[in-house]
């Protein structure tokens, strides 16, 4: 069974730096990752994923991840903190093609900039 | 293109009674997944249907259960509700249409649910 692995409840970022919001993987073959993030009372809002390619993958609102699969990593970066990217952030892995199965998540991370 | 929809957005119900909740995916998407989060657990995948059936099912007991319907709307019941029942449901919809599972799913804004 696939699993996905948040080791940081909470990241503290000051505005204007760079942020990482780690998440490590296992899965059985090659995976597909994706991550969500959820701002309060809200649903998961998409961000970017990683099928195949080029390891370094662009989302939304200037987010990116790389993937690295002799890690088994897939952590998100953003060059520039703004305050209004403090929220929860999710990260998930689905089987390889051919599964039917949902996304495993991880636990979350709250990411908190600061001003 | 709307989003996934989801109504009610809150409910309020008391133990042993029985909840349905419903989900309109986005226009064309053919499947449509159900997750549970609570504080505890996290997001946990309660199943997915296509094409009106159940493609999959995670592990949760029989009292919770689904249908899809032939325009891809969807509903998720909860019978015998339990206090441990209290949870963010959310629903999420992709395109499925090679059975790929390599499309992204986009989620709705969830169901509160809280079982007093």
């Known amino acids: 069974a696939q699993s996905v692995a948040q080791p940081e409840d909470q990241v503290n970022v000051a505005e204007g730096n760079p942020l990482t919001v780690k998440c490590t993987y296992s899965v059985s073959g090659n995976p597909y990752l994706f991550w969500y993030v959820q701002y309060p009372n809200r649903g998961l809002q998409f961000l970017l994923k990683?099928?195949?390619?080029?390891?370094l993958v662009k989302g939304s609102y200037g987010f990116e991840a790389e993937f690295n699969k002799s890690q088994t990593s897939f952590h998100l970066k953003k060059p520039s903190a703004l305050v209004s990217d403090s929220a929860l952030y999710f990260c998930?892995?689905?089987?390889?093609?051919?599964?039917?199965?949902?996304?495993?998540f991880g636990k979350g991370t709250h990411l908190i900039i600061q001003p | 293109k709307a989003g996934v929809t989801q109504t009610p957005r809150y409910l309020i119900k008391t133990r042993g009674q029985q909840v349905t909740l419903s989900c309109s995916p986005i226009s064309g998407h053919r499947s449509v997944s159900w997750y549970q989060q609570t504080p505890g657990q996290g997001l946990q995948f309660l199943f997915e249907?296509?094409?009106?059936?159940?493609?999959n099912k995670g592990n949760f007991p029989g009292r919770f259960s689904g249908r899809q319907f032939s325009n891809s709307r969807s509903e998720m019941n909860v019978s015998t509700l339990e206090l441990g029942d209290s949870a963010l449901y959310l629903c999420?919809?992709?395109?499925?249409?090679?059975?790929?599972?390599?499309?992204?799913?986009?989620f709705g804004p969830g169901t509160r649910l809280t079982v007093l």
């Open positions: 999420a919809s992709r395109r499925a249409s090679s059975g790929t599972s390599t499309d992204t799913q986009y």
């Open positions: 249907y296509f094409s009106e059936t159940q493609r």
């Open positions: 990683y099928i195949t390619g080029d390891n």
């Open positions: 998930a892995v689905r089987p390889p093609e051919g599964g039917a199965d949902g996304l495993t």
